[in-house]
């Protein structure tokens, strides 16, 4: 019998991760709430899974226009659940379908995908976990281009991926005219290496402002820094 999985519960919603292949994690909790825009008005949220990252962004920015996009069709019904029994006033709205077929009149001025991007060596018997892993299902070259044309001039581009793919995806970036304004380095100690880095990238030439993030203390625990970001979400702090 399989063990039943609980839900996760945040400060102000409640996320169930059953019915997804991907569970609530410290990647997509980071980036959404690492996501910075000072007054987007349309947010899009590509490969929404448990729902989790436009949950997130519900609750900071009460009055944006949020829209998920889902391919995969049990992430679809997962993500449905959460959106509709979430308390939150402003409901989101949410699409079965991939970002290659997608398109929009409407220009987004944030934009944030925790994306799949492990290889085909990391396939499992599991499907809908391997939809949700495998990069072959959203290229990076895929992803980019698609958000390119989907940003609002001043609009902001939000993606995370493992350290060791820093090149390849400033290198796809810069094919295609994508600047990177920000470019934070995720560590889970200082002395330990980095495995995450996330990535702010604009339409507008610009520096690229490099920082670092600690979540973790030397010993045991958060780091100051990680529980003030995320003090309002996760019922620990």
């Given at each position: 019998?399989n063990?039943k999985?609980?839900?996760?519960?945040?400060?102000?919603?409640?996320?169930?991760?059953?019915?997804?292949?991907?569970?609530?994690?410290?990647?997509?909790?980071?980036?959404?709430?690492?996501?910075?825009?000072n007054?987007p008005?349309?947010?899009?949220?590509?490969?929404?899974?448990?729902?989790?990252?436009?949950?997130?962004?519900?609750q900071?920015?009460?009055?944006?226009?949020?829209?998920?996009?889902?391919?995969?069709?049990?992430?679809?019904?997962?993500?449905?659940?959460n959106?509709k029994?979430a308390?939150f006033?402003?409901?989101i709205?949410?699409?079965?379908?991939?970002?290659?077929?997608?398109?929009?009149?409407?220009?987004?001025?944030?934009?944030?995908?925790?994306?799949?991007?492990?290889?085909?060596?990391?396939?499992?018997?599991?499907?809908?976990?391997?939809?949700?892993?495998?990069?072959?299902y959203?290229?990076?070259s895929?992803l980019?281009?698609?958000a390119k044309?989907?940003?609002?001039?001043?609009?902001?581009?939000?993606?995370?991926?493992?350290?060791?793919?820093?090149?390849r995806?400033?290198?796809?970036a810069n094919?295609l005219?994508?600047?990177?304004?920000?470019?934070?380095?995720?560590?889970?100690?200082?002395?330990?290496?980095?495995?995450?880095?996330?990535?702010?990238?604009?339409?507008?030439?610009?520096?690229?402002?490099?920082?670092?993030?600690?979540?973790?203390?030397?010993?045991?625990?958060?780091?100051?820094q990680?529980s003030?970001?995320?003090?309002?979400?996760?019922?620990?702090?």
């Open positions: 019998m063990k999985i609980k839900p996760f519960q945040f400060k102000k919603f409640t996320i169930e991760h059953d019915k997804c292949a991907m569970k609530v994690g410290f990647d997509g909790a980071l980036l959404a709430v690492w996501g910075k825009h007054n008005l349309e947010i899009l949220d590509i490969g929404s899974g448990s729902g989790l990252i436009s949950l997130i962004l519900r900071r920015f009460k009055h944006a226009n949020i829209l998920a996009i889902e391919p995969n069709k049990n992430a679809f019904i997962q993500s449905d659940i959106f029994n308390p006033e402003k409901k709205n949410l699409l079965l379908t991939d970002l290659q077929s997608f398109s929009s009149k409407i220009k987004f001025d944030l934009i944030l995908s925790n994306p799949p991007f492990f290889s085909e060596d990391t396939k499992s018997d599991n499907n809908d976990r391997n939809e949700a892993r495998q990069e072959k959203l290229p990076l895929q980019l281009n698609g044309k989907l940003l609002s001039k001043k609009g902001k581009l939000f993606l995370i991926y493992p350290t060791w793919e820093v090149s995806v400033i290198h796809e094919k005219n994508l600047f990177v304004g920000v470019q934070t380095t995720i560590f889970s100690k200082k002395q330990k290496p980095s495995k995450r880095t996330i990535f702010e990238f604009q339409l507008e030439p610009c520096t690229t402002v490099f920082e670092e993030f600690i979540s973790g203390n030397q010993d045991v625990g958060y780091s100051k990680y003030e970001l995320m003090k309002n979400f996760y019922t620990i702090f």
